[in-house]
């Protein structure tokens, strides 16, 4: 008998609260009949105990207690990550997925049975989608083959099993999954932890890791994030096929030609560990495999030279295909050339031998490149016509994608330089002093002309064709995602280093210097109108004016800083919510007892969260509580609360949340500074996990004085 969320919800309850607890006090809790809860007990009791821990701690009029909750804890922990079915229910493509790769894997006939208790789904559904998964396999020119009472077996080439295997890991699952798995032998993502228990069971990751490194060191180059995953999963393919004598019947590639490569050297010695390691014999047919995917894997540095005569021709062809571009759209890439060039050269040495050899790569950003440059696209796929001429090969639009992003970028660097300042509109959801917020920050960084600050859904294609960059906080119906840039409304590190990618830096202008700019243009305007008796002495008193009128500016930010706003008695510490409603519910009552604002507020921040999405949620772990209705508001105020148990909002990034910052303003500008002093907490790693595990007011008091 395993648990369902609901149960298992319970039963995380019982072990956080350490002591006897009511059989109404749950029912209520819950929302739901004594009878039902019962129920429910006994089915976790029953659950306990079969895993090897006691009986329920019961005593009468106190209520019910888990006995040894830590180890119950510690067990339900490992429970939760590691098995699937009660937490889990996976869509239709995601068993489709999982199930063809078991299929492609396996030299025995697989029981259906195996798959109904895994996935937890009917006999006659599984049928159904084994259909689609036949229909798939045809592109592969494979066969799935049903036999009743004996099971399932796919019939083909072991190249074409293998091209399946890799195309569904790729995909289906990121580079960043792959390498986190390599590194932590778990994956937040179920699916991709049962693919993941498919592809690598009974596979010593470590060891594949350490021959991957050693083989950058004796290469002299670093694979990409992307490559290093790719050839984790040849590997462990490789190890696996040969295992149960499923090897590959032909050479792939000239085997003279792979002789003479540094890659087959170092392919040598990796074969020979694996062999030695796992008792087995490996083929030279698949030493050709790997050395393929070692000459074409993907680099971020590079120190070795692979062929210096290639390198010249290939330096050639970039050189023919940048002055196709600048002639089309009529620039001059100067100083911009080095780099480009650098760039391209050290994409495309291993790119000859993906292409050559038909080991084929998949750009995730593919789609979104095509749509979002498509003319470029165009101009590029043309340009390329000089080097599949050179290769003797297309070279697919996916490969075209990757050499779209280097003349991309220096486009964009260059078109920046030429046309001054880029054009900027400002979104923000709420519609409050978040969107000025991110306006002033932006300022403050870039040199840019800001045209206004707008609401999602005010965005027009008028509006867009108006401005060079739309920034947001939240997403934006009416547009495609790549259309604009989403950012945090406090503008984090991250941001500024994303944004930094579109628009250049301002440059820093002394202080001083301004000041004394400043002092003589009001001297030149006296001038103009009065007899000046001691102008030095003017220019002193003038100047002391200015200090004194910048100390009391300085003054007033002081007065409106975040421990302006935030007083113990606005301070939560520890609460326990039981869901985000909640959540904004009590950092919100805390203002609607000093009656700063109105349940009509808070009610119009959950609202609003509903209506868009957790975009108030703006950084790891942190929340920002707020809405634009100034009529529910009757003081400027803010309240901060830290939560006892993580809860989540549905963010894709920033979950669960911790930290929530609720405030209501009657202006646009009176909370801006607090706001920037907290987002500077938030950006201060350290300050930011003593607020979270704060266990005092006293202690939040100490950490945002400093802000």
Partial sequence: MELNKECMEILRYMIEKDDYIKVEELAKKYKITDRAIRYKIDKIENFLVKNGFEYFDKKYGQGIK??????????????????????YAYSKEERILFMTLRLLQENENMKIKEFEEKLCISKNTLLKEFDVIQENLKKYNLNLVRKPGVGLIVEGLEIDKRNAVIDIISESVSVEEVVNYASKKSSQSKISMLQFDALFKEIDIDFIDELIKNAEVKLKREFSDEAYGGLITHLAIMIKRVQIGKVLSTQLVNYDFVKETLEYEVTKDIIKKIE?????????????????????????????????????KLLNIIDFMTKYIESYYKIDLDEERVGLYDGLLLHLRPSLYRVKYGS??????????KSEQSRLFKVVTTACKYLEEYIGKELGEHEISYIVLHYAAVIARYEQKTNGQ?????????????????ASKILERFDVNILGTYSSRNITSE???????????????????DKYIKVSPLITSRD?????????PIRKIDKGKNEILLLDRIL????????????????????????????????NKEK????????????EIKLNCKDWKDVISKGADILIKKDYITEKYKEGIIEKLEEIGPYMVIAPGVCLSHVDMADEINRTSMSLINLKYPIKFNSEFNDPVRVVLTFATKDKESHLNALLGFMNLINNANDLNSLISASSKDEVIDIIKKY
Avoid at 68 to 80: G, L
Wanted: hydrophobic residues 35%.
């Fill in 66 to 87: 888990v006995t040894n909750s830590k180890e119950v804890k510690v067990y339900i922990e490992r429970f939760t990550s590691e098995y699937t079915p009660y937490k």
């Fill in 276 to 312: 030695d390691k796992y008792q087995i014999k490996v083929p030279n047919e698949e030493i050709s495999y790997i050395v393929i995917h070692l000459l074409g894997a993907k680099v971020v540095n590079n120190n070795f030279l692979v062929n210096k005569n290639e390198d010249n």
């Fill in 360 to 369: 084929k790569i998949i750009n995730p950003l593919f789609e979104r490149i």
């Fill in 422 to 438: 880029a054009k900027i509109i400002v979104v923000c959801g709420s519609g409050i002093g978040s969107s000025k917020l991110v």
């Fill in 463 to 481: 509006l867009e064709n108006s401005c060079d960059y739309i920034i947001s906080t939240v997403d934006i119906p009416s547009l495609n995602k």
């Fill in 496 to 504: 500024l280093e994303k944004l930094e990618n579109y628009m250049h």
């Fill in 524 to 555: 030149g305007k006296i001038k103009k109108y009065c007899d000046i008796r001691d102008e030095e002495q003017l220019r002193y008193e003038i100047l002391y004016e200015m200090k004194k009128q910048e100390e009391i500016e300085i003054s």
């Fill in 560 to 571: 409106q800083s975040l421990s302006y706003f935030i007083k113990k008695e606005n301070i």
